[in-house]
């Protein structure tokens, strides 16, 4: 990142795809390119990322999704 927050350095930025939507997250857990992620957003990300100002955060990486 050229000028950020100061909190933000060092931090990985991911483009998640949710639907047909790109949305920016921290990356929390170490994601690689097409893994599954759950992500957080709003005010959780901002606590799941200790207070670093983000609106999405990635948290989990999921394993195996299944629907019912």
Do not use: F, H
Not at 13 to 26: C, G, H, I, R, T
Not at 42 to 57: F, I, K, L, V
């Amino acid at each position: 990142l050229g000028r950020c927050n100061p909190r933000l350095a060092g931090q990985k930025l991911l483009l998640v795809k949710s639907q047909e939507n790109l949305l920016p997250a921290l990356d929390q857990v170490g994601a690689a390119a097409g893994d599954r992620v759950l992500v957080v957003t709003g005010s959780a990300a901002e606590r799941y990322c200790m207070d670093t100002p983000s609106d999405a955060a990635v948290v989990a990486i999921l394993d195996t999704a299944a629907t019912e």
